[in-house]
């Protein structure tokens, strides 16, 4: 009965690969984020995105593409990965972008790039 | 007593004590307001939201103050618990919705 679940939850990989981490939410909720945590614990939102719009923070390389099969669902794709992409990735979702409802955050998914 | 430096700003409280946590955020213009607490391992979990039309608002055992004048807001926690040890963060709705923007985020030490 999870709300929000993130696989997997820890990623270690080499440079140069292509990596997914998947994102589910079964709390009926319209738009779904990620955001990247780095070793500082800044929090930064990458993505926000419902079934109208996908907002990308313009600071995101290209490199990162969210992908949405369904409305409960929101993945992200990373290519070419660089050491640079080692954090902690959240998602999180919220009922009304604009009504401003809380977001419930998932995990977390430790990416760790060697 | 709270100490900024490298490493993230720390609060240490004793137990049974209230806390104030301080945010300064950076948009004049954001329009909703949100606290979230994150604790070891964890994602952020909600604890309270405030509006901008609104200068104050009370949860349970939490109290958000907003004063926009100075584009400062506070978190209070009234006789802090050690479950209340974590990270707070605040974060600012800008752009009416376009992004949340979270502040670097306050460590709440309780000490027993």
């Known amino acids: 009965d999870t709300a929000v679940s993130q696989t997997p939850k820890y990623l270690v990989t080499q440079m140069g690969n292509d990596k997914s981490i998947k994102c589910e939410q079964n709390?009926?909720?319209?738009?779904m984020y990620w955001y990247k945590q780095d070793s500082k614990k800044f929090l930064k939102i990458m993505f926000s995105?419902?079934?109208?719009?996908?907002?990308i923070n313009e600071t995101v390389p290209n490199r990162f593409s969210p992908k949405s099969p369904d409305k409960a669902h929101l993945n992200l794709h990373i290519n070419s990965l660089e050491l640079g992409d080692s954090a902690v990735y959240f998602c999180a979702s919220s009922q009304d972008q604009l009504a401003g409802d809380e977001q419930y955050f998932g995990p977390g998914t430790r990416l760790t790039v060697t | 007593g709270e100490s900024v430096g490298l490493h993230l700003p720390t609060l240490s409280v004793q137990e049974g004590d209230n806390s104030i946590i301080n945010c300064a955020y950076s948009n004049s213009a954001s329009d909703y307001f949100i606290w979230y607490k994150q604790e070891s391992g964890k994602g952020p979990q909600f604890i309270i939201d405030?509006?901008?039309?609104?200068d104050k608002r009370q949860g349970q055992r939490v109290t958000v103050l907003l004063n926009k004048t100075v584009k400062h807001l506070s978190l209070q926690i009234a006789a802090t618990q050690p479950g209340d040890s974590a990270v707070y963060f605040c974060a600012e709705r800008v752009n009416y919705g376009q992004n949340f923007v979270f502040g670097p985020g306050t460590r709440l030490s309780v000490l027993p």
């Open positions: 709390l009926g909720h319209d738009t």
């Open positions: 405030i509006r901008s039309n609104m």
């Open positions: 995105y419902n079934n109208k719009e996908l907002i």
